[in-house]
């Protein structure tokens, strides 16, 4: 793989490589390790990378690297079940504010402007402190606060889309609007929009560190990125991998993602 990564003539093309291969180590993650993330060993706290454990381990003996596995696990399906819930919801409001009556694109403004004004780790606190700290929980409030930016965008790009010629002609032809939404709007929408997941995605896995950091995030025994950091804190008078691992993996995932679907969405 770094031989490959090396020959990729693009920062785009190795961007869209650096992904592939985040998805895939969330995908196997628990094969990679031979230690389970919670498993306590015999080593010494914030011990340094050895043959046993390549990079040494947490704040309770146990093995950073299993441990950092399955908080990239955690992280990535979270964001990314988040992330599809705020664009699939925000899409559709933005095309159905655009092909419905005046009264419903206002109502479903006032919606997002109402969203909107409030801050979106406050607005999550209020969420988890009604429904808990669940992961269902977690999906639901970054999926519903970052809706109303995914719809702005929608919107905006369903408001020149249906003014297009080719729009036009098939409203001329009598096709339905359920024909035009999905054969006409949404193919011409699909780069932006890709575009935007990204960013949707990167706040989310910012977000999720903030809430995990705080301690209302993915709960023990499972981890994910913010977490970690949390918990090995105390590591950085050692120089841990178990504390500096984590800030690096989450710069790395959210710079990478970020790059190669803004490139997708440029292309597109």
């Known amino acids: 793989m770094i031989v490959m990564f090396g020959k990729l003539r693009s920062k785009h093309d190795r961007a869209v490589l650096l992904i592939v291969f985040w998805l895939l180590l969330a995908l196997i993650a628990p094969l990679c390790s031979s230690y389970a993330p919670g498993g306590i060993g015999s ?41 599809l819930l705020s664009c699939s919801l925000g ?38 402190a009604v ?8 999906i639901i409030a970054m999926g519903v606060i970052y809706m109303s930016g995914a719809y702005r965008t929608s919107r905006a790009l369903a408001q020149r ?6 729009v036009t002609v098939a409203r001329a032809r009598g096709e339905s609007m359920t024909y035009i939404i999905i054969q006409e709007i ?39 990125l913010g977490s970690m950091v949390r918990e090995n804190m105390l590591g950085v008078a050692y120089a841990s991998p178990a504390m500096i691992g984590p800030v690096l993996i989450i710069g790395v995932l959210t710079v990478g993602i970020n790059m190669a679907l803004d490139s997708d969405g440029r292309k597109g």
């Not at 046993?52 to 399906?77: C, K, M, P």
């Not at 559709?92 to 997002?112: D, H, Q």
Request: glycine share 10%; proline share 6%; charged share 10%.
């Open 43 to 83: 080593q010494p706290v914030f011990s340094a990378p050895s043959a046993e454990h390549i990079l040494g381990t947490d704040y309770l003996g146990r093995d950073t690297f299993a441990r950092l596995l399955d908080g990239i696990r955690h992280t990535v399906f979270l964001c990314f079940a988040s992330t």
């Open 91 to 128: 899409t559709f409001m933005g095309i159905a504010a655009v092909t419905s009556k005046p009264w419903v694109e206002a109502l479903m403004g006032r919606i997002a402007d109402g969203f909107l004004s409030i801050p979106s780790l406050l607005f999550a606190l209020l969420i988890i």
């Open 131 to 138: 429904f808990g700290t669940s992961t269902a929980a977690l």
């Open 161 to 166: 889309i249906v003014l297009l010629d080719f």
């Open 186 to 224: 949404l193919p011409n929408m699909a780069g932006p929009m890709i575009a935007d997941v990204g960013l949707r995605f990167i706040y989310s896995v910012l977000l999720l560190s903030n809430l995990s950091f705080l301690g209302i995030g993915v709960q023990p025994p499972g981890v994910d």
